[in-house]
């Protein structure tokens, strides 16, 4: 018996889409503080979900929730659009439960991901960063992985351009939406560190570091063999040490 329309899989295909998610935090300037934000609120931050380098990731992705501290009012936000992101006022992290609901044609269930909001500087010059009121970033990059996609949604996944209504009116020329893609870009840019550049970079310095770490091992092994060979001498000259009760 065939599988109901819009049900049917596209066996033995795995389709990932990748994006970043993740916060932005800055201080309040004493001088020009939010007049709505409540007296103990220090920072103003934003939660976000986004395609890498802003790809669109709305022909996937249709809606996003941010559950955030329940001190909140309203601390469930749905966002039902790009961009997918809440902006807040606040003093304190706390965890952020990010879900995901996809577009209908998907007819995959929604995901969960947690993230913690950061308002302080936790690397680099801690202080400076905290003089200049310098924004806090919290970012990941992330894959989402489609297994088996019904077709109508592997459709939407891997079709050609799209043509969209013309802002010309009659006569005019349609406009041309870009392939969707998964590729992350080759270089990074001031708005986007996740690209193949920075991934190479990033292997290259884990193969440093485990070099340095079989470096180590060595060192440590060779301390020990002396060791050991030292305190051989001592049993033979002072005797094995005995052992109380």
């Given at each position: 018996?065939p599988a109901p329309?819009?049900?049917?899989?596209?066996?033995?295909?795995?389709?990932?889409?990748?994006?970043?998610?993740?916060?932005?935090?800055?201080?309040?300037?004493?001088?020009?503080?939010?007049?709505?934000?409540?007296?103990?609120?220090?920072?103003?931050?934003?939660?976000?979900?986004?395609?890498?380098?802003?790809?669109?990731?709305?022909?996937?992705?249709?809606?996003?929730?941010?559950?955030?501290?329940?001190?909140?009012?309203?601390?469930?936000?749905?966002?039902?659009?790009?961009?997918?992101?809440?902006?807040?006022?606040?003093?304190?992290?706390?965890?952020?439960?990010?879900?995901?609901?996809?577009?209908?044609?998907?007819?995959?269930?929604?995901?969960?991901?947690?993230?913690?909001?950061?308002?302080?500087?936790?690397?680099?010059?801690?202080?400076?960063?905290?003089?200049?009121?310098?924004?806090?970033?919290?970012?990941?990059?992330?894959?989402?992985?489609?297994?088996?996609?019904?077709?109508?949604?592997?459709?939407?996944?891997?079709?050609?351009?799209?043509?969209?209504?013309?802002?010309?009116?009659?006569?005019?020329?349609?406009?041309?939406?870009?392939?969707?893609?998964?590729?992350?870009?080759?270089?990074?840019?001031?708005?986007?560190?996740?690209?193949?550049?920075?991934?190479?970079?990033?292997?290259?310095?884990?193969?440093?570091?485990?070099?340095?770490?079989?470096?180590?091992?060595?060192?440590?092994?060779?301390?020990?063999?002396?060791?050991?060979?030292?305190?051989?001498e001592l049993e033979?000259?002072?005797?094995?040490?005995?052992?109380?009760?």
């Open positions: 018996m329309t819009g049900t049917k899989r596209v066996r033995g295909v795995q389709i990932y889409r990748p994006f970043v998610y993740g916060t932005e935090a800055i201080p309040f300037d004493p001088e020009n503080r939010p007049k709505d934000a409540p007296p103990d609120h220090t920072h103003k931050w934003k939660v976000f979900v986004r395609g890498v380098n802003n790809e669109d990731i709305s022909y996937w992705l249709k809606k996003v929730q941010f559950k955030l501290h329940d001190t909140y009012a309203n601390s469930v936000r749905m966002i039902e659009s790009p961009p997918f992101e809440v902006e807040e006022t606040g003093w304190g992290e706390f965890e952020i439960a990010i879900k995901f609901y996809f577009v209908p044609e998907s007819n995959e269930k929604p995901q969960q991901i947690w993230h913690g909001l950061k308002l302080h500087p936790y690397h680099g010059d801690i202080e400076q960063q905290k003089r200049d009121r310098s924004m806090v970033s919290s970012v990941c990059y992330e894959e989402v992985l489609f297994n088996e996609p019904v077709e109508a949604f592997y459709d939407i996944l891997t079709g050609g351009p799209q043509v969209g209504k013309s802002k010309s009116g009659k006569g005019g020329k349609s406009a041309v939406k870009a392939l969707p893609t998964a590729e992350i870009p080759l270089k990074s840019n001031p708005g986007n560190k996740f690209s193949k550049e920075e991934e190479s970079k990033e292997l290259d310095r884990l193969t440093e570091a485990a070099k340095t770490v079989q470096r180590l091992i060595v060192e440590e092994k060779a301390k020990l063999v002396k060791e050991e060979a030292r305190l051989q033979k000259t002072e005797g094995k040490p005995v052992k109380k009760k």
